[in-house]
């Protein structure tokens, strides 16, 4: 009967998120289109902050459903001193499809709009991948190994990518999301990965030595984000969010400076530089390690 009870419950939830998709996306599409086809530059960028807005109302909305449906214990620390006026790189552990929910709603207008490297598969996602290309998130085509050795020209075509967008991105304030350990986190990847990390899974230290390398003198600061699940063990799904199985969501927040030897530094041709980004992810994975290993004895009964 409980199962019964949430599947329900799931379903009722994504018909609320689906007619609130197409609610906002009559505000959105129209001014989508018209970043489409006018290609004069303080018009697209007119209509991209539109868009931010429209997007930013879709999160609130969404918020107050999974609030109004389900009762969460959030434990979040680290949000004073933030600010939407301010750039940062936003740094973060992998724990669940859900992850992306929780990020937009504690950050929602404490930070600028964040932005994330996507799939270039994902662009074909109906609605969202038009969404996603209209509010200027990244899209990244990756390669395999054996790919890469039949077409070499291609490598080191991803990180290009993302120094592209670090350059439009110094257009207005950003907030750029890197999940660092590059997919979710579980045991059997952990195991097959040989990770030196309790919790986590080896971190790629890659997107974020580009970024920091592209904008660095941009960012006002690097923001360590540990997402925890107390009562439920990875993977974790975002339908046991929408089931109403995620009963507690633990953050903390750590405010990084941005260190004055990473800028102005080449990630690709800089060795000593790329040394030095592998040491500091490192470093921060080891304490967001530990930080877990932390909380996990806190909530163990």
Not at 153 to 162: A, Y
């Amino acid at each position: 009967m409980r199962n019964l009870k949430s599947n329900l419950v799931c379903i009722v939830i994504m018909l609320l998120f689906m007619l609130n998709t197409a609610a906002w996306g009559c505000f959105f599409f129209p001014v989508f289109f018209v970043k489409l086809i006018i290609p004069v530059r303080a018009i697209r960028e007119f209509c991209s902050k539109l868009l931010i807005y429209c997007a930013l109302g879709w999160i609130h909305c969404n918020s107050f459903i999974v609030k109004g449906s389900h009762s969460i214990t959030w434990d979040v620390q680290g949000l004073e001193g933030l600010s939407v006026n301010k750039s940062y790189l936003v740094l973060s552990n992998h724990r669940s499809w859900a992850d992306i929910f929780v990020l937009q709603h504690i950050f929602k207008h404490r930070i600028p709009f964040i932005k994330f490297f996507l799939k270039q598969e994902l662009i074909w996602v109906p609605v969202l991948g038009a969404a996603w290309w209209a509010l200027d998130f990244p899209f990244m085509k990756r390669y395999s190994t054996k790919y890469l050795e039949k077409h070499p020209e291609l490598k080191g075509k991803d990180m290009q990518t993302i120094q592209e967008y670090c350059e439009m991105f110094k257009n207005t304030p950003v907030s750029v999301l890197n999940f660092v350990e590059g997919t979710r986190f579980d045991y059997v990847k952990q195991e097959e990965q040989n990770s030196p990390y309790r919790n986590l899974l080896y971190p790629r230290a890659g997107g974020a030595g580009i970024v920091l390398s592209s904008m660095g003198d941009y960012l006002s600061n690097v923001l360590d984000v540990t997402i925890f699940y107390p009562d439920n063990e990875p993977p974790v799904g975002f339908l046991e969010l929408l089931k109403g199985n995620i009963t507690r969501i633990v953050v903390r927040i750590r405010v990084l400076p941005v260190h004055q030897e990473m800028l102005g530094r080449d990630y690709f041709q800089d060795p000593e530089f790329k040394s030095m980004v592998h040491e500091w992810i490192h470093g921060i994975w080891q304490e967001k390690d530990e930080l877990i290993q932390e909380l996990k004895t806190k909530y163990t009964p």
